[in-house]
C-alpha cells in the first residue's frame, strides 16, 4: 500500500512548508491568514507547545489552509491530532507503532529519515515520501544527494536549518519536492505584515 499520491499534492502546493512552533492559541488565526495570504497554504504546526493542537483547530478555519501537525511522535500524537483536524502527518523518525498507524488512518504521513536504514524501513512500509532531518546538521544538501542516489522513486522535504537563502539549492536537487522552514515566523506577538511578506518572498522561490 502506498500512501505517496496524498502526500504528494500537499508537498508540491508550495515550495516551503512553514514549520510552526506556536505558544499561544490566539495567535493560530492571524498567522495562518498571514502565511496563506502570502502564498503559502500548507502549515506544519509541530507539537511543542501545549497549545498546539488549539492552535491546528483554529488555523483549520482560515480559509485556503492545509493545517498539519509535525512532532508527532507516537500513536497517542497521531490520534490526537487527527482529532484536533490535521490534514497531514509529519514526524522527525520513523518506528514501526507510528508508520503503521498512521497509514491505517490514511492521513497522509511524512516521517523523518536521516539515514539509508530509515529509508528502508518506510519503503517497507510502502512509503517512499520522507521528511529528511535535521537536514543541515545531518550532513547538508551533499549529504541529501548521497543518500537520494540509490533510491530513485524516494523524494523528499529536506527540513532543520534552512533558510530563505539556501531553500533555491535545496529545491534544484531533483530528489527534493520541498523544504520546510522555520525561519517565516518570530517568537512573541505575530507581526502580521511581516509574516505575509516573509510568505510571499517564500512562495515565489525557483529552483
Known sequence: MSTHPAIDT?????????????????HAQPIARALVGGGLRVLEV????????DVIREMSKVEGAIVGAGTVLNEADLRESIDAGARFIVSPGLTEPLGKAAIASGIPFLPGTANAGDIMRGLDMGLTRFKFFPAEASGGLKALKALAAPFDNVRFCPTGGITQATAPDWLAEAAVLCVGGSWLVGKGTPDGGAIEAAARAASAIKA
Open 46 to 53: 509541530t507539537l511543542r507547545t501545549p497549545a498546539a493542537l
Open 10 to 26: 500537499i508537498m508540491r502546493t508550495s515550495p516551503v512548508i512553514p514549520v510552526l512552533v506556536i505558544e499561544d492559541a490566539a
